[in-house]
């Protein structure tokens, strides 16, 4: 099968595209040719590289066409940020692509309602921010477009994306360093809140492996969405708790309001802080797992630590205290982490 990626450098893109190959796909990776992928293996050398500037093609309406220009199976959308970049798209491919996947997020959610979310259900109140909105709104329309008899579309909504090359959302919910510093030499850790809410994190192979099976199983995924997280939820001062450990020692945790913490962090730490922490979500994985055979292999922290470790042997993260393998994980070639199970806890978020 002939598969274009739209992305294909970034987080999900960078396991994704190795995967498709190794599947014996046709792989074509559109790109700005500014960034390389995080990972750097044989198959790479099999896809054909396409530069482009989506944003400046897609105001004068050229991007559309260079995507059906190259006559593809299948299309993967991992950089879609508009509903009016979409309806383009969609526009542009009805009739002429056999299957369009756009990677969404679990930020198409607003506050949390009853746990775990899940799909088409009232789990979750509207979503809020110009980024949840917009792929909401994105997602509904190409949830239409196939009911309607038209382009064969699915969405999948990845949580916060992890692994090695970048920073993880932290315990806190944002991407301060300064978290694992406190974290690793043992110092209080304000958190703002109650310490009960909830993030959901998920591997970027994971969801590699969810957009794999997608593009196999278009029948199934054709008109649906799905929401892409590992099999659990992490609350705040259990992943500090669990973090503290890596470094030797018990977390430290001291609980403040939230105007306290804005006045010890920056705007943008805060607001990201808030935005996911009053969101506290926690999704369901059941119907990607049936109708997909999704399977995630991480965990939350185990995807974390691979992030945390990969930073600081990288000197890109600096911490008070050796980073310690969990004892009863597993280490293996490329810095993966798995326990003794494998990660099969499926069913539930």
């Not at 679990?106 to 110009?130: C, N, T, V």
């Not at 649906?224 to 450990?245: H, K, M, Q, S, W």
Request: net charge neutral; with cysteine; proline share 5%.
């Amino acid at each position: 099968m002939k598969v274009t990626v739209i992305g294909g450098s970034g987080h999900i893109g960078s396991f994704l595209i190795p995967r498709l190959v190794r599947a014996g796909h046709e792989v074509t990776n559109i790109s700005r040719g500014t960034s390389r992928p995080y990972t750097d293996t044989p198959e790479w050398q099999q896809v054909r590289q396409v530069t482009a500037d989506r944003e400046a093609e897609d105001r004068d309406g050229r991007f559309a066409e260079r995507v059906s220009a190259l006559k593809p199976d299948a299309v993967v959308d991992l950089v879609c940020f508009t509903l009016e970049s979409a309806a383009s798209l969609v526009h542009r491919l009805r009739g002429e692509v056999g299957h369009l996947l756009l990677c969404g997020s679990i930020l198409r959610y607003g506050q949390s309602l009853k746990l775990p979310i899940r799909e088409g259900s009232d789990s979750a109140a509207e979503p809020f921010g110009e980024y949840g909105v917009q792929k909401h709104r994105i997602a509904v329309m190409l949830q239409e477009e196939t009911a309607g008899g038209g382009l064969a579309t699915t969405s999948l909504h990845p949580g916060h994306i992890v692994g090695p090359g970048w920073h993880p959302i932290g315990p806190l919910g944002n991407l301060d360093p300064a978290v694992w510093q406190t974290i690793s030499a043992g110092q209080p850790l304000r958190i703002p809140g109650s310490g009960a809410e909830l993030m959901h994190h998920v591997h970027a192979d994971d969801v590699a492996q969810a957009f794999e099976k997608a593009i196999a199983q278009r029948e199934a995924a054709a008109g649906e969405d799905f929401n892409i997280v590992a099999p659990t939820a992490l609350t705040v001062r259990g992943y500090a708790d669990i973090a503290a450990a890596w470094f030797g020692h018990a977390a430290v945790l001291e609980t403040v309001t939230w105007d306290r913490f804005r006045e010890n962090t920056s705007r943008e730490y805060a607001e990201s802080s808030w935005g996911h922490l009053y969101r506290s979500h926690c999704f369901s994985i059941e119907k990607a797992t049936s109708l997909l055979g999704y399977a995630p292999r991480y965990e939350p922290e185990q995807a974390v630590f691979e992030s945390i470790q990969w930073l600081v042997e990288q000197k890109r993260l600096h911490v008070a205290r050796p980073l310690g393998v969990p004892a009863g994980w597993t280490q293996r070639a490329g810095h993966k982490i798995s326990t003794p199970n494998g990660c099969q806890s499926r069913k539930h978020a």
